[in-house]
């Protein structure tokens, strides 16, 4: 647990409790006492602890009903909640704290919301835009119910081709569908972390906070500016070295996921520093295997340059 900070009031203080700088609850006054008819300087933003993860019942925005704390971020906490408005409905609440995010976080995480409010796809959670509590953002989607992908393929281990070949179709009909938008929507952090799976097998696309719907070139922005999206074995090398991401930087990461499906083991530790190549094997058809290793093709230009193709190619269209 974060130790209390002195430059903000102590945590859940019950209504009504008077304060005085420094997060003291009431008391003896400090040295010198307070000048009559003033009141003490209250510190602005928050008022509650920014490593402290609100308790269930709270009632965010006036309008999202904390059930439970179901992940800490760096810059704030992920609650599933009901929605007061929505006859109880179940929606997930990020929430941005200023005091542990900068300006680029804050630019990230009003960016997720945008591109999720413009999405419209039965397996991307919609967004519900950005509210406001006490200072903290509050940015509530559709509550995806499902199993991680990751927490699946550790259950059961490395997967059969067809399997696999009937995930990969999965994922890229939902990335066909924002890699046609305009501009186009790249998801730029694409791992087994990052899709749900229900008891039927169906799969959803969750966690844009990686997201962009931005064209950038990379060679006019200053090095101390330039952001770096990746998870290390699924990026792409372009990403892993901060410089622009394409449709084909998502198709990287999807046949990275197809070879840790296939063997059991994480991209990384097939990773052969030699080549700049993954080097794997498993008991896989010539197609399905010519098609992987298109996807993972260095440099960029040599990719396949969209998921509408790659899925063609790997249903042999």
């Not at 792409?236 to 296939?262: F, N, T």
Request: one cysteine or more; a neutral charge.
């Amino acid at each position: 647990m974060v130790p209390q900070d002195p430059r903000f009031p102590a945590p859940f203080l019950p209504q009504g409790m008077p304060q005085v700088p420094g997060g003291m609850r009431s008391g003896p006054l400090p040295p010198g006492g307070l000048m009559p008819g003033r009141m003490p300087e209250m510190p602005q933003g928050p008022m509650f602890h920014p490593g402290i993860p609100l308790p269930n019942g709270t009632l965010l925005a006036d309008r999202f009903e904390i059930s439970d704390m179901l992940f800490e971020g760096r810059c704030g906490f992920i609650y599933v909640t009901r929605d007061r408005k929505a006859q109880g409905a179940m929606r997930l609440v990020k929430t941005f704290d200023p005091r542990r995010g900068d300006g680029k976080d804050e630019d990230l995480f009003r960016r997720e919301s945008s591109i999720l409010m413009s999405l419209d796809h039965p397996r991307i959670p919609k967004g519900y835009g950005i509210l406001d509590h006490d200072g903290m953002l509050c940015a509530p989607q559709a509550y995806t119910p499902g199993e991680e992908l990751a927490r699946y393929l550790h259950t059961r281990g490395k997967l059969p081709e067809a399997e696999v070949v009937a995930i990969m179709e999965q994922l890229l009909d939902i990335l066909a569908y924002c890699h046609e938008r305009k501009p186009s929507v790249l998801h730029r952090d694409l791992k087994p972390e990052n899709l749900l799976r229900d008891q039927e097998g169906t799969l959803f696309l969750v966690d844009f906070g990686s997201a962009s719907d931005r064209h950038q070139d990379k060679q006019r922005v200053p090095l101390e500016n330039l952001t770096t999206m990746q998870t290390l074995g699924y990026a792409a090398p372009e990403q892993v070295y901060g410089l622009e991401a394409y449709p084909a930087s998502d198709l990287y990461a999807v046949g990275a996921m197809a070879v840790h499906l296939l063997t059991g083991k994480h991209p990384i530790y097939l990773y052969d520093g030699m080549t700049g190549r993954l080097e794997w094997e498993a008991p896989v058809s010539e197609h399905l295997r010519r098609w992987i290793e298109s996807m993972l093709e260095i440099p960029v230009a040599r990719r396949l340059q969209n998921a509408r193709e790659a899925l063609r190619r790997l249903k042999r269209e």
